[in-house]
Nanobody, 123 residues
């Protein structure tokens, strides 16, 4: 069982910045992908940014140049620095972590989600 704890959401004016954090804990053997998703009211959840263990990162077009994903492997933590925020960025943000846990004879895969943190950007 892997638990994720998110923090850092809140209310900010357009043009402002926020930094989200997500810490993973449990019997983690390895982490492959760490990412951030968001879901706005009435819309489907979409991937915002992701980071893989080989160092590659990907972003949805709408946040490129404004958001930066980073990870601290020693702390099993992923961050999302959000700059130049726009009202369209308003959503509940969820972190997602995938990897493996110690499972006795063989490692077991896991795919965990955070509880979500609200980001509201006012115009």
């Amino acid at each position: 069982q892997v638990q994720l704890v998110e923090s850092g959401g809140g209310l900010v004016q357009a043009g402002g910045s926020l930094r989200l954090s997500c810490a993973a804990s449990g019997s983690i053997r390895s982490i492959n992908t760490m990412g951030w998703y968001r879901q706005a009211p009435g819309k489907q959840r979409e991937v915002v940014a992701s980071s893989t263990s080989d160092g590659s990162t990907n972003y949805v077009d709408s946040v490129k140049g404004r958001f930066t994903i980073s990870r601290d492997s020693a702390k099993n933590t992923v961050y999302l620095q959000m700059n130049s925020l726009k009202p369209d960025d308003t959503a509940v943000y969820y972190c997602n972590v995938r990897g493996s846990v110690y499972g006795g004879i063989s490692p077991l895969p896991f795919n965990s989600w955070g509880q979500g943190t609200q980001v509201i950007v006012s115009s």
